[in-house]
C-alpha cells in the first residue's frame, strides 16, 4: 500500500522527494477534498496529514481516528514545528475514556 | 421492579446475580488488562514522536537549504523522477477482540534516483532526512491507531463494568432482598395461623 499526504508546499516537496505522492492544500474546503480524495483510493494505507492541516478538519479527522481505523492517519508537524496548545495523545486518550492514566 | 415474589422468582434473580458477578469481575478485568496496554503504549508514542519531531525539524531545514541552493523548480521535478513509495502493508492483530494493525518492517532504504550533476549534499541531507521521516511515520500510525482504538475499546467496557456496578448489581441485591423478606413474612404468618388453629382446637 501507498503513503498520501496532505500538506502544505514544503511537505508536499519533502515527500516528493522519497516517492510519496500528495496534495498541497491551503484552505479548510481544499483540506476536506483533499481528504477525501485520500480515502477514496484503497490503496492509500497511511495518510500523512500536517497538524495545521488536520485542525482545519478536526471533526471528520477525528471520526476516521477513533472509530473506523482504516487507512492509518498521522499527524506531523510542518515547517513551523510543532503547534503550540495542541493536546498530546495522552491527553486524547484521557478525555476519550475520562480516566486519567498516570 | 415489578416481578411477584415467589420462590421461583427468588431462585431465579439470585442466578442472575452470580451472572452478573461473574460479568462483572471478567470486564473489570478485561479493562485493567487494557489499560496497561494503552500506558505501555503511550510510552512508545511519545518516545516517536518526540523523534519525529527532530528528524522533521532537520528534514525541514536541509530541504529549505536545498532549495535555495539549487532552485525549488529543480527540487521539485527530481520528484517527479523518483518511482512511487508502496512499501508498507500491514496485518490486523487482535488485543483482546480489538483489531489493531500491525505494519510489516519496511524498507528504509530507497535508493536516490538523481544523479551527481546540479545536486548537492544539501539535497542529499533532506533526502535522508524525508526517508527516515517515513520509516518513523509508518511506525507511529500503527502506535497511534493502536492506542485510539484500544481506548474506545477501554470507554465501552467502562460502560459495562459501571453499569453492572451501579445499577444491575444493586438491583437485583433489592430484588433477592425483597423477595426474601417476603416469603419470610408469608411463612410466619402462616406459622402462626397454624397455632391459632391448633388453640382453638
Known sequence: ?102 | MNISPTKSNLLATKRALVFAEEGYTLLNRKRNVLIREIMQLIDDAREVQESIETVFARAYSSLQKANLSIGIEYVEELGFSIPENDSISYRLRSVMGVEVPSIEEIDENIEPSYGFFRTNTNLDQAFKAFQKALSLIARLSEIETTVYKLSVEIKKTQRRVHALEKVLIPQYKALVKFIESYIEETERDDFFRMKMLKARR
Do not use: C, W
Open chain 1, 1 to 102: 500500500m501507498k503513503y498520501f499526504v496532505i500538506g502544505d508546499e514544503d511537505t508536499i516537496l519533502g515527500f516528493g522527494m522519497v516517492g510519496v505522492k500528495g496534495r498541497q492544500v491551503s484552505n479548510e474546503s481544499e483540506a476536506d477534498a483533499a481528504f477525501k480524495e485520500a480515502l477514496s483510493d484503497r490503496e492509500n494505507g497511511i495518510i500523512i496529514i500536517t497538524e495545521r492541516i488536520a485542525d482545519m478538519i478536526r471533526p471528520l479527522v477525528e471520526h476516521y481516528i477513533f472509530t473506523i481505523g482504516f487507512p492509518l492517519i498521522v499527524e506531523i508537524p510542518d515547517r513551523l514545528g510543532k503547534m503550540q496548545g495542541k493536546p498530546g495523545i495522552r491527553e486524547l486518550v484521557n478525555n476519550a475514556i475520562g480516566i486519567k492514566l498516570q
